[in-house]
């Protein structure tokens, strides 16, 4: 959240600290989320079922906002599940607290707006690489992007992410290297 922003201040200071061990269920199927998070060490991973299979719809990582956030904003139950996939260090903000934060500081809404339009853009982002680079490509802007944290997601979830099977993203990775 940038700090440039008057009353970011006082939106950071109403986050409460939290943590979760490694493999600990963060948001659950059919939970509605009542929670915005802010990652300050680990990773997340976002799941959706597709049957009894289930896909890894998104990755957060540290510096990012994260949340069910659909569920978030229209208090309906979450088609998605948060687990951790390492010991995860975070701030947490309630929705009532949140709102609280934007009916009481003068950029309140304007903090809601910025944090809003980067979940947007990282979504949009990732549609479009899914659909228009090919598995290489996929690959390596993920590597580029987050050289230090790959190597802490298993392979089965990383293929899942970019859209492959495992033994393609083997491929890939062979070709790379």
Known sequence: MSSEVEG????????LDKSF???QIITNFD???NNLYFLKKGIVRFIVLKGTEEKTLDFAFEGEFF???????TRQPSRSAIIS????????????????VYAETDNGEKIGRIAAE???IKKTKREMDLLTLDPD????KLLKKYPHLVKHIPLKY????????????SRVRSRIS
């Not at 990383?158 to 993203?169: D, W």
């Open 118 to 120: 980067n979940l947007f």
């Open 137 to 140: 490509e996929k690959y390596q």
């Open 158 to 169: 990383l293929a899942s992410y970019l859209g492959m099977t495992p033994e393609t993203l």
């Open 31 to 33: 939970e509605i989320e």
């Open 67 to 73: 949340s069910a956030y659909s569920s978030f904003l």
């Open 8 to 15: 970011s201040d006082f939106f950071t200071n109403q986050f």
């Open 21 to 23: 061990e490694k493999d």
């Open 85 to 100: 996939l390492t010991n995860v260090e975070c701030g947490a903000i309630s929705y009532d607290q949140l709102q609280k």
